[in-house]
């Protein structure tokens, strides 16, 4: 590029920033995502680098972003409220760290969480809340006290008798999520434009001409900063926070003071895994100097404080649009709408569909086909349709109708019960959407592990009509299966060229199916689709009933006594059990060779009944285990293997990729067993696990 493509592109690129950030700090109304806002931020700075002249005064890049709106009356903030710079990789964390220690000798960190939300400057005066102010330009900010007084967290009056004659907090008011859902849904039902996303929804709800609006939205606060405080010393930040805290303002139950830079890394690390744990959102975590007079040797630049530095996580938002929404019919009938997007890359992969549930949460959403709309994924859970950018709608949006009968077999869609939410295909047995998802999910490795029969195959024997339903699986014979082509291959040299002959697939297919007759009886029990019966729940339901009949003919009070089985599973184990082609498929299976009962568990001889009487889960893999070896570990001593995590389970063992048994044995406070523990509790049993395992 010559210089002047360089002055033309930096000029686009600040004139562009200054558009984004008057539509987010003074509409509330962003049209692109914080992703593709910091990007163009980055480029500037790119730019800025390269060509030192550009980097004026007036640079977005200098400036504490968002001039103060004409709508509030204007407060000069007692001491400048500051915005952050930003690093996004380790690297670029220890970069900055290398340059404050290197002119300061720093003896602790203050470590924090990037609270998503928007930045509030309190002026107590003798203990009175007397102004509040939006940051503004960082010197200037707009007068939003009224509004501040409505919000319940954030005192009138500090309490104490060291209570100085002025003090001046920062920190951030933002909205929890479920509140924004529900301010969304009503904004909606309104007739409203929804808010993208719970940042705006608390950006917008404090920038309100009238206080009571602002009253009605349930926002919260918490300090993360000091302004002017009159006639005390504050030694450290953190300090400070403990002053802030005793005179009545909220801070953060959330920061660690940690002395040194690895430290530092070590909580940006965890909390970015940990980062949808906390009650609010987060983009990021803070690392400051936790020391005051460290931080004044350090000073700041224009915009920033060169004492702490924002670690920004990589962005679970992004926009795209919405091309079409349609509906999916699953496993248990229930009908779902999708969106399918343009696709988009967030959070380690592309996303093109999202679930969008049910027919009302489209309502509640406000989403219309053709609408920008904010998506969100966050780590590994399924991606979410946040909300529409209404600011960028055209005219051309359309309303999206729920379906009144079924795309896969064209039945009437009805609620299963009055009140619910779901529409469903009541044609359970046949349709071919619900049996197909069915096949699917019995062939699974949870179920009866049948490899050969994934989508395609499933939608093959279906589409040939070799299945009634999953009733008839276990009669496919290789005569049928010569009838499809997906099984078949063509002759071979010195084969009667008119013969029929199964392939590879075919003849797995057929051997799958035998070994599936023998599998344990729980994963029979996830392949019969009871509701809620899933891989966590079956071998605990298999261990107290260890045969069909045994589950068949048990009564209620008898299922409800089993651990893990609720009020919920035990109507639905019945309630199946009333549908005549559920019992069909039973006796076809058996009557075919399937054996649905495990053997009385034999005691093997020799091994010391070391773990009688616990209750033993096994999550994530343990290296030198298999999953069922794992738990044969444990039965073999007498102990009990079970899927679930409950209040009586004795110890969980937790491997490699654990994942929500984990989170879940924690909070119950159960013992936790890693690798080495468990062979502890296998060899010398539970009192010296005990002493190994990790209280949490
Ligand atoms: N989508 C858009 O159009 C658009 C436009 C402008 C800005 N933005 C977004 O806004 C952000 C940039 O704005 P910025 O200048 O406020 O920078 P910033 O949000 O990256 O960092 C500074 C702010 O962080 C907040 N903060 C939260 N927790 C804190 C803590 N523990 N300690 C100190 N401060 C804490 C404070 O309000 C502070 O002012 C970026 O995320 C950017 O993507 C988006
Ligand atoms: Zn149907």
């Not at 001046?168 to 039902?189: H, I, Q, S, T, Y």
């Not at 030694?235 to 690895?262: I, M």
């Not at 590879?504 to 009886?521: C, I, M, S, V």
Request: net charge negative; charged share 25%.
């Amino acid at each position: 590029m010559s210089t002047d493509d360089y002055r033309a592109r930096h000029a686009e690129v600040a004139q562009q920033i200054e558009d984004h950030r008057f539509r987010y700090y003074v509409s509330d109304a962003p049209t692109i995502s914080d992703g593709d806002f910091d990007a163009l931020m980055r480029e500037l700075e790119a730019i800025e680098a390269e060509h030192p002249d550009l980097r004026t005064p007036d640079s977005p890049t200098q400036k504490v972003g968002g001039a103060p709106s004409a709508t509030f009356a204007a407060v000069t903030h007692l001491r400048p409220l500051m915005s952050l710079d930003n690093v996004f990789s380790r690297e670029e964390f220890e970069k900055w760290a290398a340059r404050v220690t290197r002119d300061t000798e720093v003896t602790a960190w203050l470590c924090e969480l990037k609270i998503d939300g928007l930045a509030l400057d309190l002026v107590y005066r003798d203990g009175r809340l007397a102004s509040a102010a939006t940051r503004g330009d960082g010197r200037v900010g707009e007068d939003v006290t009224a509004n501040v007084r409505t919000i319940a967290s954030i005192p009138d009056r500090l309490h104490g008798d060291d209570v100085p004659a002025i003090v001046e907090a920062r920190g951030e008011v933002f909205m929890r999520p479920e509140d924004f859902a529900a301010l969304n849904e009503g904004l909606v039902a309104a007739g409203k434009a929804p808010f993208a996303n719970p940042r705006n929804s608390a950006a917008g709800s404090l920038r309100q001409k009238d206080p009571r609006v602002t009253a009605s939205r349930n926002l919260q606060f918490l300090c993360h900063g000091l302004g002017e405080v009159s006639g005390v010393t504050i030694d450290s930040q953190s300090h400070g926070y403990e002053l802030l805290k005793g005179w009545g303002l909220p801070t953060s139950s959330h920061y660690r003071v940690v002395p040194t830079v690895a430290d530092a890394w070590a909580f940006i690390e965890h909390t970015g895994e940990h980062r949808h744990a906390v009650e609010h959102e987060i983009d990021g975590a803070v690392i400051k100097v936790d020391d005051r007079e460290q931080q004044d040797q350090l000073g700041t630049t224009s915009r920033a404080p060169r004492w702490a530095i924002a670690y920004k996580y990589p962005p679970e938002e992004v926009t795209t649009k919405l091309l079409d929404i349609r509906v999916n019919t699953g496993r248990t009938g229930r009908v779902t709408p999708y969106g399918v997007m343009e696709p988009v890359f967030v959070s380690g992969s592309t996303v093109e569909n999202a679930t969008l549930h049910n027919a009302s949460e489209v309502k509640r959403k406000g989403v219309l086909i053709g609408d920008t709309v904010v998506l969100r994924k966050a780590g590994d859970v399924i991606p979410e349709i946040v909300g529409p950018v209404v600011a960028l709608r055209d005219g051309t949006e359309v309303e999206w109708v729920m379906p009144t009968h079924c795309a896969a077999c064209g039945s009437e869609l009805a609620p299963e019960k009055e009140g619910d939410a779901d529409l469903r295909c009541p044609n359970t047995r046949s349709c071919p959407a619900q049996l197909r998802e069915r096949l699917f999910h019995l062939a699974s490795r949870q179920g009866l592990d049948i490899e050969v029969l994934g989508w395609q195959a499933a939608d093959a024997l279906l589409s040939a009509g070799a299945l009634t339903d999953e009733g008839d699986l276990f009669d496919l014979t290789a005569e049928r299966l010569a009838a499809i082509p997906l099984f078949t291959r063509g002759a071979r040299k010195g084969e009667d060229p008119e013969g029929r002959y199964l392939s590879a697939n075919g003849e797995k297919l057929l051997a799958n199916l035998q070994e599936a007759k023998h599998r344990p009886f729980a994963r029979f029990l996830v392949a019969l689709s009871i509701r809620h019966i899933g891989k966590g729940v079956a071998p605990d339901v298999a261990a107290a009933f260890p045969s069909i009949e045994a589950l068949q003919t048990a009564t209620a009070d008898e299922l409800a006594a089993v651990e893990g089985i609720g009020p919920t599973l035990v109507a639905a184990i019945q309630e199946w059990f009333t549908v005549d082609w559920h019992r069909e498929i039973v006796r076809k299976w058996q009557a075919a060779g399937a054996v649905l009962a495990d053997e009385p568990a034999e005691v093997t001889e020799g091994l010391p009944q070391t773990l009688a009487g616990l209750t033993v889960v096994v999550t994530g893999s343990i290296p030198g285990y298999t999953r069922d070896g794992a738990g044969e570990a444990i039965t073999s001593r007498g102990g009990k293997s079970s899927g679930s995590v409950s209040a009586k389970t004795d110890f969980v063992v937790v491997g490699d990729n654990a994942g929500s048994k984990y989170d879940k044995a924690v909070a119950l406070k159960r013992p936790i067993l890693d690798a080495e523990g468990f062979e502890v509790l296998l060899n010398d049993g539970p009192d010296a696990a005990r002493e190994v395992a990790r209280d949490s």
